[in-house]
């Protein structure tokens, strides 16, 4: 059993103001499953959670194993944080109740909520771009990422944006 309080304040500030969490599971023929869930999460000190609204192969994959990963980063600052645990599916009962509960009053989702799926984090470790090697600060980075996509959003002007790193 993991330790009790695996996820730090400043953890749980990330995902809150993130959301998006990139969901790794393994299917089973041992492949892996990566998939974007907009309503990542956290429930608690040790759960981060999302709301199943189209994730049939996550969902199904977890139902058989149960291991799974959770990437959650800022991608103008290119730092983040990577949780493993294991989730579990809920389909009804106090569980779902209480997470479609929260998604409609607490996250705003108004889509049909087909499972409520709930991750144990047993580790958790920050995730940082090597190009901060370079020395680069924080704000220099954002600056870079930043400047590519509003070039990017503008538009083609005789040539494709190239990527700051």
């Not at 730090?8 to 974007?36: H, I, Y």
């Not at 509960?101 to 991750?119: A, D, L, N, Q, Y």
């Not at 958790?124 to 959003?153: C, H, Q």
């Amino acid at each position: 059993m993991a330790p009790t309080g695996v996820l730090t304040d400043e953890m749980k500030r990330f995902v809150r103001v993130q959301r998006l969490g990139f969901v790794a599971t393994v299917c089973p023929d041992g492949t892996p499953n990566l998939s974007p869930k907009g309503t990542t999460t956290v429930w608690d000190d040790d759960h981060l959670i999302f709301a199943d609204l189209a994730s049939p192969g996550t969902v199904a994959n977890l139902r058989k194993n149960p291991a799974c990963e959770v990437n959650v980063v800022d991608p103008m600052v290119r730092k983040g944080f990577r949780f493993k645990g294991k989730g579990k599916v809920f389909v009804k009962g106090r569980e779902y109740e209480e997470g479609v509960t929260f998604f409609r009053e607490k996250g705003g989702v108004s889509s049909p909520i087909r499972s409520i799926v709930k991750i144990r984090v047993e580790e958790a470790a920050a995730l940082i771009s090597p190009v901060y090697n370079s020395g680069m600060s924080e704000e220099e980075v954002r600056r870079r990422w930043e400047t590519y996509w509003g070039e990017v959003r503008r538009g083609p002007r005789g040539r494709e944006p190239g990527p700051p790193d």
